[in-house]
């Protein structure tokens, strides 16, 4: 990745989330909680699903990748938030920047995928049944796993490459506590007009497919649910999509917030209290959601303790 000559800057100083010292110890232990429990409760949960055999099924295998991004999504964001709040000036180099934008950038759509395919894993499971091992076949998995992070990759990569080619001068403090496309849109000094172009038709994409097909999936799940006369089938249908359900409201609701809203509707401090919810918060959320309302998954979870207790 050629970065030398596409700026004559060498650092960039990140704003951060506050300008008030006074908060700023009580908030740097709010989030070091929350990326304490963050890390915890992803590891936690690849650690259970690698060490239970019977979660290893298609669902759970689509789990451990969640998992997986949420794990290095927060941490790309949220160490360099910390020291925000415990040093005067948080400066980043321009080669770290770009390397923070990529990285959040791919596993942001990473996410937007894995999401996705966890839709039509549910679609089939409930919708085609007796074909279910065979549609979702290891090879299949391992076939959409690689989809997600091959997109994933291709989109990050048209707004990294996109912003590489920028020229920023001489303003270099960015107003939020991370490298973000749009912040750094605004600092540019040559013309912006290809990247914006790039957004539009690239987050156009990430959004509008993945809900399509989310939406589809869950209006044929649920036409099937309803017409199932046994309550107790019904209700154990409803169960396994319920957790999907709230995770991808939570993930594209916030992030719908933070994006869709005019610059005149959100101030950039309203803009950077939202991404904290959709950046930091999701993926702390995800294992939780899972954990208390999966019967496998507390099942999985009191049987490892009872091993560790007894071994």
């Given at each position: 990745m050629d970065i030398g000559n596409s700026s004559s800057l060498t650092e960039f100083i990140?704003?951060?989330?506050?300008?008030?010292?006074?908060?700023?110890?009580?908030?740097?232990f709010l989030f070091l909680g929350i990326y304490i429990v963050t890390v915890a409760g992803n590891l936690g949960f690849i650690t259970l699903i690698v060490l239970n055999a019977h979660l290893h099924t298609p669902m759970y295998y689509f789990l451990f990748n969640l998992s997986f991004i949420d794990l290095h999504y927060s941490s790309i964001i949220s160490p360099k938030l910390l020291v925000n709040f415990v040093s005067q000036m948080n400066i980043i180099s321009y080669a770290g920047c770009m390397t923070q934008l990529f990285f959040y950038c791919f596993f942001v759509n990473a996410e937007i995928y894995v999401l996705t395919v966890m839709a039509y894993d549910r679609y089939v499971a409930i919708c085609k049944p007796l074909l279910y091992m065979v549609t979702m076949s290891p090879q299949a998995c391992s076939l959409l796993a690689v989809t997600v992070y091959v997109g994933a990759f291709v989109a990050a990569w048209a707004h990294t490459g996109c912003m590489l080619r920028l020229t920023f001068c001489d303003a270099n403090t960015i107003n939020h506590y991370m490298c973000d496309i749009l912040?750094?849109?605004?600092?540019?000094?040559?013309?912006?007009?290809?990247?914006?172009?790039?957004?539009?038709a690239v987050v156009g994409f990430d959004v509008a497919v993945p809900c399509l097909i989310i939406i589809v999936s869950y209006i044929f799940i649920l036409s099937i649910i309803l017409r199932i006369h046994s309550r107790e089938r019904r209700s154990k249908a409803f169960s396994t999509c319920s957790s999907h359900i709230i995770i991808v409201c939570v993930f594209f609701g916030s992030g719908?917030?933070?994006?869709?809203h005019s610059s005149s509707v959100l101030s950039m401090?309203?803009?950077?209290?939202s991404a904290i919810f959709y950046t930091i918060v999701v993926p702390m959320l995800n294992p939780l959601i899972y954990r208390f309302r999966n019967r496998e998954v507390k099942i999985a979870l009191k049987k490892s303790l009872s091993r560790k207790i007894f071994s």
């Open positions: 990140l704003l951060g989330l506050t300008n008030y010292p006074n908060i700023q110890l009580p908030l740097f912040p750094l849109l605004e600092l540019s000094c040559t013309s912006t007009h290809i990247n914006e172009l790039v957004v539009f719908a917030y933070m994006h869709l401090d309203q803009r950077k209290v």
